[in-house]
């Protein structure tokens, strides 16, 4: 038994913490923040560079080769550094369904310019159990897409959609004629959404495999890959506080000296050990194919949902009045954490999940 | 124990509801507004005639005793009034620190010139207040404030920065806490003044929140003179003078923690789907409205038990900490569980998905600053042991020191 | 508009308290929890000779002639001082339902016993929708009662029965033949319980007025007056803690002063005053029998029963290793907060009434 | 990352599940216990036996080297041997503080002599080990003790009163610490023994818990006479010695705090009804479950985490802390819910109610225990605030002060 990363893994996630640190700056996704961008294109490319992007998709396929452990790591210090990227999306997403679901010819076709960043994917293959809209709903016949569906994360910017319609996984250029994008104001402008209906427009199956069972699993691995992000939020923001009360002084010392100010660190830090526990072990688990993954990644998210949005919360607070600004990063995280938190599904889904997992191995 | 009203309260609010359907609109839904669709200039110049109709018929300062142009009525008689207001559209919290925060102030310590002077034209609305309190160095430890008062002659000058100040770009007059004795300790060598906010040398910039509004400003005050006719109370003794504002802002917090985010939340939950049935069905959903209901009306029958001791002139203590402590939370649970309720679909911006979001969003992303802003959670708390349950204070080394010596 | 107790009840709820603070000493609670006896018939008698078993019952039925309002003060009194008596089952169920659904010969018959404590009731009067027992039923035909029913309050000691048996109110003498009890040990030892069956046994009706409103309307005013005593418990709690940081000293200075327990005390106080304003609201709702009753009750023991159990979990805390003695109170009120967070149904089944209520209203 | 055995961990756990097979009775049921039906006599004198065919075949000491009397193992076949003997029944808790407490700090500080003479007698169970530390004005803080040991020759004698200590009525001796010095500052002056739990003077009170259960003791001391030779590292480094037993108890605490109350409670909310359906339908329910496998599955995880560092020469550190501060809460929660399962009816204790009851009962009556006992909630905060996150210690009077003169 060996539950820990490699070296080599450990050097590689310090290699994209460092440009992430340097490339995904506050200002870099305040670029989108304030809708300048509807990503970041520079640390998208910087990813692709380092072969971030691909490090999940075989090299003959235009990938890195090495796999979901790795990828894990990458989501850590995107997670960390706010990285405004379609990573959700493109990477977690669509190229795990198209892995899995696609023939050769789709595969060889998208996978290597998704790998280097030239195509971006966005996708829904969750059935969105939790919806408002009663008029949301896409059909696929005869090769062709119609339909509406919302809250698409990175679709004004995407080339291509990955969607479950119905039990089918279908992939649509979104460049084809009869698609038609809104954007839609996010609660975390930095990650932007938009509504995307369809009018008949020319769209293929991805027809290896099944496609439930595909979405299933390749959505179950987006909640260990989001876990990974969250974490890296968290932590990140856990650390941004304790610097911050270590600065500011009232009633004559660090306000990180005051007992309730430690304490509701420490309860921030056990959050987060929680969470990266099992995040890890979903990482083993959506590595290893186990048959431990529902319940590891449905763990992972509700742990890491948690982690995020506590530390967000308190993270903010233990800044006081300065940490209420537009200017100070701390809103970002709040943001961050929710849109993490929501966009497949919220943790009262994902604890359902979880509990429907553990009765199940129970039976 | 009576939630009805006494026959004069009936009387008084039937008196209220006839002047209220005469001169303002009646609410229709949650989302509708005074003056929607004015600019700024527009929007105050409609409040201002608001509350001068409202003050020529004597509601301006119900509680307040006729000797300073009050009505002379009772607090019950105020909180009736608000009960039938809150089913008009009238201004929302142009006049709260005028006449919650800093009006009380001058009523309390103001010189007879002072109040003859700002006290009507306050209650008219023909001036507008703000309260220039809180320092970048001075949150949570007021006592901390450097904004420098120095006396020159029969002036004082005043230099330093003010932050999170409400409706100072609006704002013709405002309260200002400075340090005129940096050899006293802390809490002492402070004054109170009263500052004319077109005094030379005041420069007013917003705050971005980070509910990306700006209802906050910073305030440099450079070299600001200040007639000694305007300090509010004697001097050195501003902070006891604070207190006595923050006194009274505590108390009038409490409505604003209290609200319907519950209701809200049944209407949300009814409209989205879990699981292919509606949301509202579903059990951790209505424990979260359950909650929501039980702090959010919690706080609100709190602060009625605070206004019952009011009426038998009893005063309403430290124990009322627990009402920003609660409610604040409130905002942030139940923002948060609204905004889930649409799954992937409620992370949509109000402005997109539909009115009937935007309090919740707002509430979900203004509660950090809730439970920061007016006391934080910790500063509550830190009342409620000392104050309520008689735990000892913090052991400090900065009180007593002068604080010319604190400074770093 | 006045939303507190008069000072008419405000002086005899301190009459109350002065002589439950004498007889319903630790060492008298004590007797009930070590066994010795099965409610303490000292501090029962000392609450009849006050008047108070009966100070919601009509004068010319023996009582006192009061009402709830004061009957809320005693429970108040009651649940601080811990008192191992059978408040609930005689007092707020049964003279309640007997009140209320009673003849005139059947309220004349039992009140004035119950109200000078001669007669000692147990009751269950709501559906218990929350169950282990697959084989618990009563059934009530041609006047013979017949049947289980587990886990009653006080089921060794009462004279009589009232039970809710499908949408009729029976009352039955527990000397007649055909009863069997069979005690069973309870988490609280203080509150004994007990298993009844019934062969056959004569019982006679309660029918005046619709007996399933009747046991509602009951249940509710019983949750009301159960969130008084949880109050008066989690204020006891919450003063021995307070004095006890006071006293206890580590570190060179009193546990008191440290932030993490100052700030544990204040979020005690917090959860008692949401707790208590609810209870009030309550109070005022039973004893106008407003329409805002089911909300009322419900929130009073719902947020009742959370601060209670907060109180009675953190003050034991506060003690540290002394607190988990048997010789400390502190554990007597974590079982007695269980104890009346359940006896009639837990936080859940009433979050659900609460969320249920709210949600009527709003349509 | 791998969690599979590596092909010597599969050796050995085959070569372990061989020796169990043909040593030991295999659980059946959550409920099947070692020793049922006997006194206490006759379940030590079975542990006992017991612990003599464990050691016999090298698995007492696994992960300690050779020439300590132990198998030379790694810490992972240490783990390995711990899955599979908890799937046997074996004596609960009987040689814990022998082995995870007391003969750790034997061995890393005790003389050749007393290893010789102590190691293999406790690992074969003939002795059984307690751990007298606490007293009643020392919990939290340890550096409070007063027990005093005075230098009389060759011998120390000690006199003063501990507690919670477990085992002390069944144990043949102990680790005792002692304040010898009075005149050096309060986490100075202090040393360890080796007390013979025989020596005249020793005085053992079993303590009656909230539980109801008798695990603990207290233990008096009244002039208890200690040849030199029996001390356990240098005079005046008790403190150290006494933070290398902590440290070795915080990880070892670690597998307390997992379990399976999660599975637990499937099956109860399974055999409860709310409503006329099944509770294991309910949605809070079924949270509630989510969330008691997230705590205590993240624990065990957390530990496991630990375990692989320990196999790379690394040591878990503070961060470690956080494993009890989770797990004791995950008790309390998990408990209370399981209890709430029945309502009414949840409220009968498991003796009456079914022995499937007895577990989630027990852990929800000790959880207040479990939160206090070895560093309470507040304890480990301070332990990750300060040790893990860098966050400056609690300004202290009492820290340089000799400790004669902080006694009140």
């Not at chain 2, 400003?217 to 001097?235: A, M, T, Y």
């Amino acid at each position: 038994m060996n539950f820990d990363f490699s070296e080599d893994q450990r050097r590689l996630q310090e290699e994209v913490r460092r440009v992430l640190t340097d490339v995904s700056t506050s200002a870099e996704v305040r670029t989108v923040l304030d809708g300048a961008a509807a990503y970041s294109a520079k640390t998208w490319r910087n990813l692709a560079d380092l072969g971030a992007l691909g490090i999940a998709i075989p090299e003959n396929l235009g990938g890195t080769g090495l796999g979901h452990l790795e990828l894990c790591l990458v989501a850590e210090e995107a997670g960390r550094t706010l990285a405004a990227v379609p990573l959700l999306s493109s990477i977690y997403l669509a190229a795990e369904v198209i892995k899995l679901a696609g023939s050769e010819a789709q595969k060889s076709d998208w996978l290597p310019r998704i790998a280097n960043g030239d195509v971006i994917a966005t996708a829904v293959i969750d059935p969105r159990t939790q919806t408002l809209a009663k008029d949301q709903s896409l059909t696929f016949a005869n090769g062709a897409l119609t339909g509406m569906i919302d809250a698409l994360p990175d679709g004004m910017v995407a080339n291509i959609a990955v969607l479950l319609v119905d039990d089918r996984l279908v992939l649509v250029d979104l460049a084809a004629p009869g698609v038609t994008r809104t954007p839609r104001a996010s609660l975390d402008p930095s990650r932007p959404l938009a509504k995307l209906t369809f009018a008949g427009v020319a769209a293929e199956e991805l027809a290896m495999g099944n496609a439930t069972s595909i979405a299933r699993r390749v959505t179950l691995g987006a909640a260990v890959l989001l876990a990974f992000e969250q974490v890296g939020g968290a932590e990140r923001t856990l650390y941004a506080a304790r610097d911050y009360v270590l600065e500011r002084r009232a009633f004559g010392r660090v306000i990180g000296s005051f007992q309730s100010v430690k304490h509701k660190l420490a309860d921030m830090f056990a959050a987060i050990e929680v969470a990266r526990a099992h995040a890890w072990f979903g990482a083993w688990a959506m590595a290893t194919d186990a048959t431990e993954l529902p319940r590891a990644a449905a763990a992972a998210r509700v742990a890491a949902t948690d982690a995020y949005t506590l530390a967000a919360e308190e993270g903010l607070h233990l800044h006081g009045g300065i940490g209420y600004t537009w200017e100070m990063d701390c809103h970002m995280h709040l943001r961050r954490a929710r849109w993490l938190g929501q966009i497949i599904g919220t943790h009262h889904l994902w604890r359902e999940t979880l509990a429907a997992a553990l009765i199940g191995e129970a039976a | 124990m009576d939630f009805n009203d006494t026959p004069q309260e009936a009387d008084f609010r039937a008196e209220v509801r006839r002047w209220l359907e005469a001169n303002a609109t009646e609410r229709r839904s949650r989302e509708d507004k005074f003056g929607a669709g004015l600019n700024e200039a527009e929007y105050l110049a409609a409040a201002r005639a608001w509350q001068a109709r409202k003050a020529a018929a004597g509601y301006a300062a119900i509680a307040a005793p006729k000797a300073m142009g009050g009505l002379g009525g009772t607090p019950a008689m105020q909180v009736v009034y608000g009960q039938e207001e809150a089913k008009f559209l009238v201004p929302d919290r142009v006049f709260e620190i005028s006449l919650g925060t800093a009006i009380p102030t001058v009523a309390m310590w103001g010189t007879p010139e002072q109040k003859e002077k700002y006290l009507a034209p306050a209650f008219r609305g023909d001036h507008i207040w703000c309260a220039l309190l809180s320092e970048p160095s001075a949150g949570s430890d007021l006592g901390n404030l450097r904004t420098r008062a120095t006396r020159d002659g029969d002036e004082w000058v005043i230099s330093g920065q003010k932050v999170w100040t409400s409706g100072a770009h609006f704002a013709q007059f405002g309260i200002l806490l400075a340090r005129s004795d940096w050899d006293s300790p802390k809490s002492k060598g402070l004054t109170m003044f009263i500052v004319d906010m077109k005094t030379p040398g005041i420069d007013v910039r917003p705050i971005h929140q980070a509910s990306d509004e700006y209802h906050f400003n910073e305030v440099f005050l450079n070299d600001v003179r200040i007639p000694d006719s305007q300090r509010l109370g004697p001097e050195g003794q501003g902070w006891k003078v604070m207190l006595s504002t923050l006194m009274q802002e505590r108390f009038a917090l409490g409505n604003n923690f209290s609200g319907d985010l519950y209701a809200q939340l049944i209407g949300l939950a009814q409209a989205s789907q879990w699981n292919g049935a509606p949301a509202v069905e579903n059990a951790t959903v209505r424990a979260g409205i359950a909650d929501a209901y039980i702090r959010q009306f919690g706080v609100e029958l709190i602060v009625r038990r605070g206004m019952s001791a009011i009426s038998k002139g009893e005063n309403p203590g430290p124990e009322m900490a627990a009402v920003k402590l609660v409610g604040a939370r409130a905002f942030q649970t139940g923002g948060a569980l609204a905004i889930e309720l649409g799954g992937a679909e409620g992370l949509i911006a109000a402005q997109d998905l539909g009115a009937e979001w935007r309090l919740p969003q707002l509430l979900w992303i203004s509660a950090p600053g809730a439970r920061i802003a007016g006391g934080t959670d910790e500063i509550q708390k830190n009342t409620i042991a000392e104050q309520v349950l008689g735990l000892p204070a913090e052991a400090r080394t900065d009180r007593d020191m002068p604080f010319r010596e604190l400074v770093h």
